[in-house]
């Protein structure tokens, strides 16, 4: 199948710092890419649709400014969190969706990210 | 609006035992519908999916699924579980051709040996 790569899968950074978290689809193109959130023993919320080309669509109360994602390739999303403070902490975790013939049949997940700020 | 709903947070099964799993969805349209399995700290495996045509659907480590329109259900099953299955599972409904998941609350599963 499919393979969406995410990097890194863990990283801990200081208060205030800005932090980068790349999704790579590696054998197929994604024109979107998607960007969740996790909490500790809770579901997947959306956080984002990026684009290639052009800009992402936020979901309501996901603070742009916070959360910057750039979708510079067909192949490659990044995700960066500005100013990250301890309340940032959880787990993100990339999707891209696998289209043939036009319909997306799957998405296909990265391994995640687990950041701390401390 | 649509969302999907897992009842059970927590199930714990004994190994060899059958398990089920809920899930109901709210969705104007039909839906396609997926479920995945989550191991701790890592990202999400595709157990099945559902877009379409039969309604009892096979997947992977020998678990299915069957869509029922008229419960807005797709419960997840296997006849007999391992321990390898103690996992995070997630059922999700696709938002149209988007490519985009709305994730029910997720259930644990644990297996008694």
């Known amino acids: 199948g499919a393979v969406v790569s995410q990097h890194p899968s863990r990283v801990i950074c200081k208060s205030g710092t800005s932090v980068k978290i790349e999704c790579r689809s590696l054998d197929f193109q994604a024109t979107t890419m998607f960007w969740y959130r996790q909490f500790p023993k809770q579901s997947l919320m959306l956080m984002a649709t990026?684009?290639?080309?052009?800009?992402?669509?936020?979901e309501q109360g996901v603070e742009k400014d916070k959360f910057l994602i750039n979708h510079a390739s067909l192949t490659l999303s990044t995700l960066t969190v500005t100013s990250a403070h301890p309340e940032d902490s959880s787990f993100y975790i990339c999707?891209?969706?696998?289209?043939?013939?036009?319909?997306?049949?799957?998405?296909?997940f990265g391994q995640g990210t687990r950041l701390t700020v401390v | 609006a649509q969302s999907v709903t897992q009842p059970d947070i927590h199930i714990t099964v004994s190994e060899g035992a059958s398990l089920e799993l809920r899930c109901n969805y709210s969705?104007?349209?039909?839906?396609?519908l997926f479920w995945y399995v989550q191991s701790p700290g890592q990202g999400l495996q595709l157990l099945l999916k559902y877009f379409s045509g039969d309604t009892l659907v096979q997947g992977i480590k020998g678990f299915e699924a069957e869509f029922k329109r008229s419960q807005s259900s797709f419960n997840l099953r296997k006849p007999s579980v391992h321990w390898s299955d103690a996992a995070e599972y997630f059922c999700a409904v696709g938002a149209g051709n988007t490519g985009k998941l709305i994730f029910g609350q997720g259930t644990t599963l644990q297996v008694k040996p």
């Open positions: 990026s684009n290639e080309g052009s800009k992402a669509t936020y």
């Open positions: 999707s891209a969706p696998h289209r043939d013939r036009g319909v997306n049949t799957e998405a296909f």
């Open positions: 969705y104007g349209a039909t839906p396609y």
